[in-house]
């Protein structure tokens, strides 16, 4: 499996940026479609955004579409999240998550996920 360490969270006023990070270790990361999912208390685990295995291909969930954008970088075995015009319900834990199985478009079946990082954004 693939071990996934994710940084950047925090605190941001409404309207301002936040880049999430999500670092891989393994040299199987480039096979395997990622993503973002966030998840407040007493509510289920949502998808933000996803990213094919050869990043030729993204998507996103419609509340943050034009907002975020998701990326991968092969070299530094790394995918980000950059988060513009933010909003206070935006505000969760944000997690990272490869996909089960491996050459897909994207991530039907997380198998590894990072720990998560708080972000809350303030009106």
């Known amino acids: 499996q693939v071990q996934l360490v994710e940084s950047g969270g925090g605190l941001v006023q409404a309207g301002g940026s936040l880049g999430l990070s999500c670092a891989a270790s393994?040299?199987?990361?480039?096979?395997?479609?990622m993503g973002w999912f966030r998840q407040v208390p007493g509510k289920e685990r949502e998808f933000v955004a996803g990213?094919?295995?050869?990043?030729?291909?993204?998507y996103y969930a419609d509340s943050v579409k034009g907002r975020f954008h998701i990326s991968r970088d092969k070299v530094k075995i790394t995918m980000y999240l950059q988060m513009n015009s933010l909003k206070p319900e935006d505000t969760a834990v944000y997690y990272c998550?490869?996909?089960?199985?491996?050459?897909?478009?994207?991530?039907?079946?997380?198998?590894?996920w990072g720990q998560g990082t708080q972000v809350t954004v303030s009106v």
């Open positions: 990213i094919s295995w050869n990043g030729g291909s993204t």
């Open positions: 998550a490869a996909n089960r199985d491996p050459f897909t478009a994207e991530i039907h079946i997380p198998g590894s």
């Open positions: 393994g040299r199987t990361f480039s096979r395997y479609a």
